[in-house]
């Protein structure tokens, strides 16, 4: 897995390649959950890129989403592929995250209202 | 026509990038669906895992060993390892139902297993773990 970030205003975005899984999770875990310590971050996932992900992944993602709601931030994750859409149905996660289709949905979601 | 894969994995992280392009390769070769590919890997990517996590009390040395067997679109497989008897079978299912607040963290890999695996079974014989599975690819 590889990870790059970008922002939008004061949004941060986070946007892993290739495969998420118990051997990659700690890195991915360790950037995201560092944008929410001691603040209310809004976070955006883009998975436009990813190929993979396990349930050490998802862990990582349900960490953060519960994190986000504790503090009043935001979590919206967006650009699932088919792949990765049905290992979040599976989960259940599809019905207690945010998730968008696109990346400019996810801002505007993000976007203080 | 018969397709057998016999894979040796050591049991570290290096196991899950070696069990991917290995299925690939096998999914490529007997062409099969990518949908499926990707289901194998991932139970049996979450069964590695869990043996490299639990099952010893130093992984180093361990080998863990993977055969299938793919045969009128049904593919046959058994995952087996020598750490200390572990049922990840008996792991609590989660629950899907619960908000964000009460959902608990952890236990969806076993749950994967379950849910795209046809058959699942686990057995402890001769001091050694064994998990077998069946994926109906086909009809």
Redesign the interface.
């Known amino acids: 897995m590889n990870l790059r970030t970008d922002t939008s205003g004061d949004i941060e975005i986070l946007i892993p390649s290739g495969?998420l899984?118990?051997?990659t999770a700690p890195t991915f875990e360790k950037a995201l959950l560092a944008y929410f310590e001691g603040r209310p971050a809004r976070v955006l996932v883009d998975f436009d890129e990813l190929e993979?992900i396990?349930?050490?992944g998802?862990?990582v993602i349900?960490?953060a989403?519960?994190r986000a709601?504790q503090s009043g931030g935001g979590f919206v994750l967006c650009g699932l592929h088919e792949?990765i859409r049905e290992?979040f149905e599976?989960?259940?996660f599809l019905s207690?995250?945010n998730v968008s289709d696109g990346r400019d949905e996810a801002l505007a979601r993000l976007a203080p209202t | 026509m018969t397709a057998r894969l016999d894979l040796e994995l050591a049991a570290d992280p290096s196991a899950l990038a070696r069990l991917a392009t290995t299925l690939e390769t096998f999914g490529e070769a007997n062409d099969l669906p990518t949908q499926a590919v990707l289901h194998l890997n991932l139970c049996l990517d979450e069964l590695i895992t869990n043996i490299i996590s639990y099952a010893y009390e130093a992984p180093a040395g361990h080998r863990i060993q993977l055969d299938l067997v793919l045969e009128g679109g049904l593919l046959r497989g058994e995952l087996t390892d020598d750490g200390r008897p572990f049922n990840p079978l008996q792991a609590p299912a989660p629950d899907l139902d619960a908000d964000l607040d009460q959902r608990r963290i952890g236990g969806l890999g076993i749950h994967f297993v379950k849910t795209l695996m046809d058959h699942v079974d686990y057995r402890r014989q001769a001091g050694l773990n064994r998990v077998t599975f069946q994926k109906r690819l086909s009809g």
């Open positions: 495969r899984d118990s051997t993979y396990s349930s050490a998802l862990r349900l960490m989403a519960k709601k792949n290992v599976i989960s259940g207690i995250l």
